[in-house]
């Protein structure tokens, strides 16, 4: 939802548009502080956010900086140059942390870097991906080598006949789980926060949140993976699918995307996730 940037109220309405050299931008006025203000979702950039983020993208998954440039141009029909995505590199260095580990996966790797696999559960289709370089850095210590086999694994096999004859799942399941809250800025908001500027569609917001970091940070190493289990407390098999999958600090962390995440329901969303876990567990 749209806010005015002096007083941060909703209560805005569209004032016609700008021309600027690669398009308009859209005027707004408040009506609370009575001021005009025009839509700008990166500040002081030339180009909007959609450009930025895709050469990101293509630079991250092994392309060259000419080469991110001219993908990006014939993508959006626009004309950036190397430097720059060189400075957007650069600017965005602080969030999109695996420019730490970029140089030594383009000598091992080159562009072979992700892994995907498209498999269908209650009629719709899953894109699980793993990020080759990341799964194989992260997971090199003895405690985290059968969560890399488990993912590899999949990607060649993928579900077992049965997971769709699985009824209940894990973001359907509510059980007592003693939880702590916490809340939080962290970096995987901040690259949550840089994608969903370039996306401006509701229904793709979590797709776009998953790849941004799946290529543009140091921790993501996977998404999209489906999990199932008995679960025995309960007497029920269970199945479901984790958003992201990263690792820190030698630790396992399972990220749900909810684009409304004050208005979930605690008990239901603490459940998932302690069944997402619990389901990795039990896989690996």
């Known amino acids: 939802m749209t806010k005015c940037t002096r007083c941060k109220n909703t209560e805005i309405i ?10 308009s931008r859209q005027l707004y006025y408040c009506k609370s502080c009575r001021k005009g203000f025009a839509d700008s979702k990166l500040q002081y950039k030339t180009y909007g956010p ?3 983020v895709s050469a990101l993208i293509y630079y991250n998954l092994g392309s060259t ?12 029909k626009v004309k950036i140059s190397k430097s720059s995505v060189s400075q957007w590199l650069k600017e965005f260095s602080s969030i999109c942390t695996y420019c730490k580990l970029r ?8 562009k072979k870097i992700l892994v995907s ?8 289709a899953y894109n699980f991906k793993y990020h080759r370089p990341k799964l194989e850095i992260l997971c090199s210590s003895d405690g985290l080598q059968t969560l890399k086999e488990y993912i590899e694994n999949f990607s060649r096999k993928g579900c077992p006949e049965f997971f769709n004859d699985i009824k209940n799942r894990c973001s359907q399941t509510k059980i007592k789980v003693k939880i702590k809250t916490e809340s939080r800025y962290n970096n995987a908001c901040k690259l949550s926060d840089l994608a969903l500027k370039s996306c401006s569609l509701n ?14 940070d140091s921790s993501t190493i996977s998404i999209e993976v489906p999990v199932w289990f008995w679960e025995k407390n309960l007497n029920i098999g269970m199945n479901g699918h984790t958003d992201i999958l990263q690792i820190r600090q030698g630790k396992i962390f399972v990220l749900d995307f909810k684009p409304e995440a004050t208005r979930e329901n605690e008990l239901k969303v603490s459940s998932q996730l302690y ?7 039990f896989r690996t």
């Open 203 to 216: 229904s793709k917001r979590y797709l776009t949140v998953e790849n941004f970091m799946l290529a543009n």
């Open 117 to 124: 696999k498209t498999f269908t559960h209650s009629g719709l």
């Open 65 to 76: 900086l000419e080469e991110s440039a001219k993908l990006t141009n014939k993508r959006f």
């Open 14 to 23: 569209k004032k016609g548009k700008r021309k600027t050299k690669l398009g």
């Open 50 to 52: 959609k450009v930025i």
């Open 275 to 281: 069944l997402y876990a619990l389901g990795l567990l």
């Open 103 to 110: 140089e030594k996966v383009s000598k091992n790797y080159g």
